[in-house]
């Protein structure tokens, strides 16, 4: 088997989001005949995140197996799902994107991302990043076979590119360790805060038990959109419809809710 890692040029960046509390690093996979997919694939945290399809988040459902032609997606397994007769079962989702929630009230997080390829009719498959745009809070980033980095080990800080033309070898995991010290996250009961309505067309209350030093709205990209009005009273009349954070500062802590404008 040849594997040949390349330092390459940066063509991909990475979007940081929500100041040090997401991050979404973008990742370009194409073969030899230079095809690609559709989507752009990308990974990271994010406290918008959920355990299932975040479709408004960009994580768009891909066709199931069997997969044909060239093919590159993450897996993972939705274990919400609830049977008639009120038991669990486990279903397996192939998505463009594979967006974990943001930890609550920790300092380091490890997170396994799973993506699986298909070469279709190439003969080599092509990985790309932009390894300058990994943020700090990253404190290492490995792309591995499914022995633990026995054939293929690659630091995603230190390179990027790599290439690999084993059709054995269909599946690799992305092993990100953060370290969140900087970041302090609470998880306060939800009694604790409370907005509403939820969803709205119009104004969101929030009413916080804590001192609050400072409220904001962001959107999906992380990008602050209004700050409460007096009494925690906000106006989203103006906003497009979608899915906002609301970003609450309590002294050294951050609590984020998700809002929904209609």
Known sequence: ???????????????SVFSKETVEININVKNDLNQTMQLNSSFGISPLATDILDTELGEQLLPPAPFKGFYA????????QIDPDGSKYY?????????RHFPDSITNYYVKHKMIFRFG????IIMNWNKNSIPEMVDSIFIKDGFNGLVIKVNMKELETMEWD???????????????KNTSVSDLPDNDIQIYPNPSDDYISIDVKNVVDSIELLD??????????????IYIGSLPSGVYAVRIKIGNSVVFRKIIKK
């Open 1 to 15: 088997m040849k594997m040949t890692i390349i330092f390459a040029m940066c063509i991909l960046t990475s979007m």
């Open 73 to 80: 997606a993450f897996e993972f397994i939705d274990s919400t």
């Open 91 to 99: 279903d397996r989702i192939w998505t463009n994107k594979d967006l």
């Open 121 to 124: 009719s190439g003969k080599k």
């Open 166 to 180: 084993n059709d054995g070898i269909l599946e690799l995991y992305i092993h990100v360790y953060y370290n969140l």
């Open 220 to 233: 999906i990209f992380g990008r602050s959109v209004l700050t409460a009005e007096q009494n925690n009273r």
